[in-house]
């Protein structure tokens, strides 16, 4: 005959092995939220099947303006970690999306806000923070990514940030971020080769978002589309631009994919110079469907302006 006692007893059992479950969290995949598609890539390389991850951003979407949609917000609200290049590049949208989500463990200072642009050395500091000169960022330029060298270092912070928010996993975090820093390495050195010929070459680019690229391989900018960063061009900011080219020419013209073609178009007609478009990040195209075919792609498609 079964006592009061004992069937009290087994629901409280019961009940505590629920709850002992529900808090165990290597049962189940981390959510992490990049805040751009280059950081979600370099995630799934680091951590697999241990996280379930997306990006806030898409390929072809200027990650300085983004609208804080309701899917947008759940998914940040039920993020375990989010990675995003900070350096204000996502001033704009992300400060209001963390407080709409309500997520405190993934607000700026926590472990589960991870900025990857802290741990890189940046271009483009202003002496001076003065607006009237278009959207300049105070930490320095934002873009990080375009040079691989950063990537490698950004990858060993992630490694063990993953770590710390996950530590029965912390093994196999280490294991991958090894692996990945072997196969990156090698690439790298694959890349610098191709892109030889690229040392020394004047281009013009969109925006001011191609210099770690051209600081990686080499190459210079003799001019901008537009003439402060973040203002479109205007037809008489063009016709300048293509006076200024007869005297100090220029290879190509540069943009990213997520960019209006047409003033690039217009300059490469006049100029009698190549349009070159890189997919900036990954998932622009086709050919750019992870971190090495970014930049497998950017290399070609950059060599390819010569011939």
């Known amino acids: 005959m079964t006592s009061l006692f004992d069937t009290s007893f087994k629901t409280l059992l019961a009940g505590g092995v629920l709850a002992m479950a529900a808090a165990l969290p290597a049962q189940a995949a981390l ?149 990945f820093a072997s196969r990156w390495s090698q690439a790298m050195r694959k890349w610098e080769t191709q892109a030889a010929p690229l040392r020394g070459v004047a281009i013009v680019e969109h925006h001011r978002n191609m210099e770690y690229l051209m600081g990686w391989l080499g190459m210079r900018q003799v001019g901008t589309l537009e003439p402060k960063p973040g203002v479109e061009p205007s037809a008489a900011q063009l016709g300048q631009l293509l006076s200024q080219l007869q005297q100090q020419p220029a290879r190509f013209v540069l943009r990213a994919a997520y960019q209006d073609e047409r003033a690039s178009n217009w300059l490469s007609q006049r100029a009698r110079i190549p349009a070159v478009v890189i997919p900036f990040t990954v998932g622009a195209d086709k050919e750019s469907g992870d971190l090495f075919a970014l930049f497998d792609t950017t290399v070609r498609r950059l060599t390819g302006a010569l011939k």
């Open 31 to 179: 959510n992490v939220l990049a805040c751009e598609p280059e950081w979600a890539a370099l995630t799934q390389e680091l951590a697999g099947d241990k996280v379930n991850v997306s990006s806030a951003t898409n390929a072809l979407q200027d990650p300085h303006r983004v609208e804080a949609r309701p899917g947008l917000i759940a998914r940040t609200r039920n993020a375990d970690l989010l990675v995003c290049t900070g350096l204000d590049l996502e001033a704009g949208w992300l400060p209001l999306l963390v407080q709409q989500s309500g997520n405190a463990k993934i607000a700026k200072g926590q472990p589960g806000f991870f900025e990857a642009g802290s741990f890189v050395p940046r271009l483009d500091v202003p002496a001076k923070l003065d607006r009237a000169e278009g959207d300049v960022h105070a930490y320095g330029n934002p873009h990080v990514h375009l040079n691989p060298h950063n990537i490698a270092l950004i990858s060993a912070q992630l490694a063990k940030r993953l770590a710390a928010i996950d530590p029965a996993n912390a093994a196999f975090y280490g294991q991958r971020q090894a692996d």
